[in-house]
C-alpha cells in the first residue's frame, strides 16, 4: 500500500484570499494550451494566426468553467443547486464536470467560427490536441485535494485516502492523468503533425477520451449522491461517455470518406 501524500489544497492565503492547487491546474492547463497552441499556428498547414490562438484559448477557458460548472449542476447535483443557485457561483469549492466543459468549448468554438469566419470542425481540430493538458492537471489538482477517488482494492499501489474510510482505494485521478492526460495528449500531438482529413483528430478525441474514461470509471467510486445508475457498476460518468464514442466513430467515418 502506498502512502498518500497529505498535501495543503491551499497554497498560500491572505486573509480571505486563497490560491489553491485545484486552480492553479486550470491556469497550467490554459497556459499550456496557449504555447503548444501558438507552436501550432506556425506550421504552414493551419491557418490561426498567434492572436487568434490567444483569443481561441480565451473562449475555450470561458467555455470550460462557465460549462463545467453548469454540467455538473446538471449531470450530478440538480436538485442541491435548484434549491441553492447561489451555490453555483463557489467554484473554489470543486463541481466541475468535464462532460458540460465539453459542451461549453463546442459552444465557444462556435462563437469563435462565427467571428473569425471559420470552420467549426477546422477549429476543433485545432485545439483537441491542447485540450489534454488541462485534463491532465486537473487530475492531479482531484488528487491533491482527495476527492474523486477510487473503489476499495487490495493492490500493492491502493491508497488510504482522507475521508473515504481506513482502506486503501484505487488513485483514479492518477489512472485519468496518465490517460486523459499524458496518453491523450501523445497521440492526438503526434497524430496530428501530419494534415489530416478534416473532423479526424476531433473523432479520436472523442474515441479515446470516451474509452479511456469508461475505463476508470469500473474502478472509481461513483458519485456518493447518485451511486451506481443499474447494475451495480453503470455510472454517470460511463453513461455520458458512451456518446462521445458513438460520434467520434460517426465522425472518423466522415472524415475518411472525405
Given at each position: 500500500m502506498l502512502v498518500y501524500p497529505?498535501?495543503?489544497?491551499?497554497?498560500?492565503q491572505i486573509g480571505p484570499l486563497a490560491l489553491r492547487w485545484y486552480g492553479l491546474t486550470y491556469v497550467v492547463g490554459f497556459l499550456g494550451a496557449g504555447w503548444l497552441g501558438t507552436r501550432r499556428a506556425r506550421r504552414e498547414d493551419n491557418n490561426f494566426?498567434?492572436?487568434?490562438?490567444?483569443?481561441?484559448?480565451?473562449y475555450a477557458a470561458l467555455g470550460v468553467i462557465l460549462g463545467g460548472r453548469i454540467g455538473y449542476a446538471l449531470f450530478y447535483q440538480t436538485g442541491f443547486y435548484l434549491q441553492h443557485p447561489l451555490a453555483m457561483l463557489e467554484i473554489w469549492k470543486g463541481g466541475m464536470s468535464f462532460h458540460g466543459g465539453m459542451l461549453g468549448v463546442f459552444v465557444a468554438c462556435w462563437l469563435f467560427a462565427r467571428k473569425f469566419d471559420k470552420r467549426w470542425f477546422e477549429i476543433t481540430d485545432f485545439i483537441a490536441p491542447l485540450v489534454p493538458i488541462g485534463l491532465g492537471a486537473g487530475r492531479i489538482g482531484?488528487?491533491?485535494?482527495?476527492?474523486?477517488?477510487?473503489a476499495v482494492t487490495n493492490k500493492p499501489w491502493g491508497m488510504v485516502f482522507p475521508g473515504a474510510g481506513p482502506l486503501p482505494r484505487h488513485p483514479s485521478m492518477l489512472y485519468e492523468a496518465a490517460l486523459e492526460g499524458l496518453l491523450l495528449f501523445l497521440v492526438l500531438w503526434f497524430y496530428s503533425v501530419k494534415p489530416r482529413p478534416r473532423m479526424a483528430v476531433s473523432a479520436w478525441f472523442l474515441i479515446l477520451y470516451g474509452l479511456f474514461r469508461m475505463t476508470v470509471e469500473f474502478v472509481r467510486e461513483p458519485d456518493q449522491h447518485l451511486g451506481y445508475l443499474a447494475g451495480g457498476w453503470l455510472t454517470m460518468g460511463m453513461l455520458l461517455s458512451v456518446p462521445m464514442v458513438v460520434v467520434g466513430c460517426v465522425l472518423l467515418a466522415l472524415s475518411r470518406r472525405r
Open positions: 497529505d498535501i495543503d489544497p491551499v497554497i498560500f494566426t498567434p492572436q487568434q490562438v490567444a483569443d481561441l484559448i480565451f482531484n488528487f491533491i485535494n482527495g476527492e474523486l477517488w477510487g
